[in-house]
């Protein structure tokens, strides 16, 4: 491995730290705990198994907390995780050898911000071959010979407890997003059915309307781009059934949709967005709707965002919108104030999820510089 190594940093391979402890056991007769690993490393999770008599083998290995994991099946995708406190005492199968760390040398603390680098994910995958699909099994040989550029413990322990204060910063924002979104969900179902109005209105004032005598669908057609058209950058942002307000770009003058403000129901993915700017149709299933003369139309956004479609898959959920009603204030004040009261909320979340990626921007490169030794600590 040639490459400049930082003062007092040493290279090692994975031999050095690690310590193949497999904890074979014969296979509970009575239900138990089974762990997984997702890929793209995301973790671990936990299921039951109810019958132990469906499960082929007769014995299986415990886990324990600060064990590194792998699926040997799809570690090039990034299937590696270190075991939770939470996950101990779960059980898995000989394809997910677990191994321990000698905390004289590695501590797991630090080597979890390791595990997602692109680096590791490509070496991975190097020693993962395979034929067709996603059959690649990793050569256990040649994983305990994969090499990383180590700082000392000392150093190890203060990159760990920095990058955990910035972990813990994106996690208290997330639980922000998350009351705040159960807030939001909370308080739609009162206002938006009269069970909670302001005071100076009246909630006998409300009437049941079916969908034809609110909305209106927008022929979009002639706006409408072929999804293999998208592109990376370009004059126009094009809008889609998609959760992202802007999914693409193109230069495609003739296109341009200007009839906004517009509410955009996602007919496969029931996603529902109000969209204020000009733009491009996106792809198949991308349905326009207006507001009639008798309902504003950031209200009926919000209607809209209230109603329980069902999931039915990769179908059409359009036609199950079109056989709802909804129940509205006939006052357009009324309307108005309660829509108006939402965006507030909305304004506050989206604020929020602009501070959590700053926030995510920031600790990856932050990251990057303090696991190659860029940016070095004081100890």
């Avoid at 709707?289 to 109603?307: E, H, P, Q, S, V």
Wanted: overall charge positive; some cysteine; hydrophobic content about 40%.
């Amino acid at each position: 491995m040639k490459q400049n190594i930082p003062s007092g940093w040493r290279c090692m391979e994975i031999k050095d730290f690690l310590k193949f402890t497999p904890r074979e056991v014969k296979k509970p007769k009575d239900r138990y705990l089974s762990l997984g690993i997702r890929s793209h490393c995301k973790g671990t999770f936990i299921r039951e198994v109810e019958n132990p008599d469906n499960v082929m083998m007769d014995s299986l290995f415990i886990v324990k907390k600060d064990d590194l994991i792998v699926n040997i099946t799809f570690a090039w995708e990034g299937a590696v995780a270190l075991i939770k406190e939470t996950d101990e005492g779960a059980f898995v199968s000989h394809r997910f050898p677990t191994y321990t760390f000698n905390r004289d040398v590695v501590i797991p603390e630090y080597f979890k911000y390791l595990i997602p680098t692109k680096r590791f994910i490509y070496e991975l995958g190097i020693i993962s071959p395979g034929g067709a699909g996603r059959n690649r099994v990793l050569n256990r040989k040649d994983f305990m010979h994969l090499q990383f550029v180590m700082p000392p413990i000392e150093e190890q322990k203060k990159i760990a407890d920095i990058l955990l204060t910035w972990d813990r910063a994106i996690k208290i924002l997330e639980n922000l997003i998350d009351i705040k979104i159960k807030f939001k969900k909370s308080l739609m179902k009162k206002m938006l059915t009269a069970k909670t109005v302001f005071k100076e209105f009246n909630r006998n004032k409300w009437v049941d309307y079916e969908y034809e005598k609110l909305f209106e669908t927008v022929s979009s057609k002639k706006n409408q781009i072929a999804k293999e058209k998208y592109q990376d950058t370009g004059k126009y942002p094009i809008v889609d059934q998609g959760k992202s307000h802007i999914v693409a770009y193109t230069n495609e003058d003739k296109l341009l949709f200007s009839n906004i403000p517009v509410i955009v129901f996602g007919d496969h993915t029931r996603i529902i967005k109000l969209i204020d700017f000009p733009f491009v149709v996106g792809a198949d299933g991308t349905q326009l709707l207006k507001t009639k003369y008798i309902c504003d139309l950031k209200f009926g956004f919000y209607a809209l965002c209230n109603l329980r479609l069902p999931n039915l898959g990769y179908s059409r959920h359009f036609k199950v919108v079109k056989e709802s009603s909804f129940y509205i204030p006939l006052d357009l004040k009324e309307q108005k104030k309660i829509a108006r009261f939402f965006l507030v909320i909305d304004q506050e979340i989206e604020l929020l999820y602009s501070k959590l990626s700053k926030v995510y921007r920031y600790k990856k490169g932050l990251m990057q510089k303090l696991l190659t030794g860029k940016i070095r600590v004081r100890v």
